[in-house]
């Protein structure tokens, strides 16, 4: 049955921050971590003490996961899936390996080097029923979902406009792998930038812009990664011009915003991938009409409210249940992935990842003409 979750055996190469957030959502989505590879034994163990400890799972070998190396993960048969955040640019060899060895692929955001080194790694998993899918945690939940099917109600849309940024500390300039280019090519594009562009593709369902640019407006640390970014792409759809716009940078005020503007109405979602701790999952839709009575402007407003239950754990929750929908275990006895649902996923990957490249290819090639 398609609707039921098969429990898999997850290895996690690394024990980065985003790791126990995932591995939490993995234990909740009912799947069970069993293998951690990590460069430094001693940091692992006390990382599995610390995440375990806070998860409530047993201190028991048969319930937590053993620290080991990068290899006894992706080769090891206690392991199904494996979950890769390593830094973009040394998962290549890692995923090479998933493929030889029959593992299920999830890859952190953004997934690979290029759209080409992404594309190989769809091919070769698929050629064996295994699943590639990015870690992208909202694309599971309900509100994009809810979201997409309201913009088709705002008339054709004529523009979107996304801003994703963090206001870092002084530290992440000087430490995080996010500022090293060598690990990271793309910078703030790569990091919140993806988030925007994966919502244009939702709203737009699905469909490729037919072309983008991009600007890289700041570098910054001692390696130059990209620390503001912003672009456009155009979409042509049912003979509808759409233009949508993103900003991106690592040091701005924290912003998730998204805003789909229609012949009829505009779409608004200030938090459009971590909702508001607390609060509903939150959007609106807004009616204006303005008109001159006399020798008075006036304009008129209609805000209508609307809401889901998501919340950043949950969306990232629906993603790893959603995993467990899509591998099941063939008539062969072998946990293979769902060929719909696998293609889907990838090629949602694909597509996001593709954009990007194009939108960096337009910066690096991009001419400035002072005024």
């Known amino acids: 049955m398609e609707n039921e979750i098969t429990s898999i055996n997850v290895g996690l190469l690394g024990a980065a921050n985003i790791t126990r957030l995932v591995w939490a959502s993995i234990h909740r ?62 998962r290549e060899a890692w995923v090479k390996k998933c493929v030889e060895n029959g593992k299920h692929v999830v890859g952190e955001k ?44 705002l008339g054709p849309i004529k523009h979107m406009h996304s801003n994703h940024c963090l206001n870092a500390p002084p530290e992440f300039f000087e430490k995080d792998i996010r500022m090293d280019p060598s690990l990271e090519p793309h910078g703030a594009l790569g990091d919140m930038g993806w988030y925007s562009i994966r919502y244009f593709l939702h709203v737009m369902d699905q469909h490729t812009p037919t072309s983008v640019t991009g600007r890289i407006i700041k570098t910054g640390g001692e390696k130059g990664a990209i620390v503001q970014f912003s672009g456009e792409l155009t979409f042509e759809v049912d003979g509808h011009t759409t233009i949508a716009s993103l900003f991106t940078s690592f040091d701005g005020m924290d912003e998730q915003t998204l ?77 293979v992935a769902r060929e719909e649902q696998r293609r889907y996923w990838s090629t949602l990957a694909w597509k996001t990842q593709a954009v990007m490249d194009k939108m960096l290819n337009s910066a690096n090639a991009l001419h400035v003409v002072a005024v």
């Open 259 to 335: 805003t789909v503007a229609g012949t009829e109405a505009v779409l608004r979602v200030k938090d459009m991938c971590h909702p508001v701790t607390g609060s509903p999952a939150a959007w609106t839709i807004t009616r204006e009409k303005t008109s001159v009575r006399g020798c008075r402007w006036e304009v008129e407003r209609d805000v209508q409210h609307y809401s889901s239950e998501d919340t950043t754990e949950s969306q990232r929750d629906d993603m790893w249940r959603d995993v467990g929908r899509i591998i099941y275990r063939n008539a062969a006895g072998k946990l």
């Open 110 to 153: 953004p997934p690979a080097a290029s759209a080409e080194q992404l594309r190989e790694w769809i091919e070769a998993l698929d050629a064996k029923e295994l699943l590639y899918m990015d870690g992208t945690m909202f694309s599971h939940g309900k509100r994009v979902e809810l979201v997409s099917a309201a913009a088709r109600t």
């Open 29 to 90: 989505a009912g799947h069970k971590v069993t293998l951690i590879g990590v460069r430094d034994p001693e940091r692992g163990a006390a990382f599995v003490q610390e995440v375990c400890d806070e998860l409530n799972i047993p201190n028991s070998a048969d319930h937590r996961p053993r620290v080991t190396t990068y290899d006894e993960v992706v080769s090891s048969p206690n392991v199904d899936l494996v979950y890769i955040p390593i830094p973009v640019t040394t």
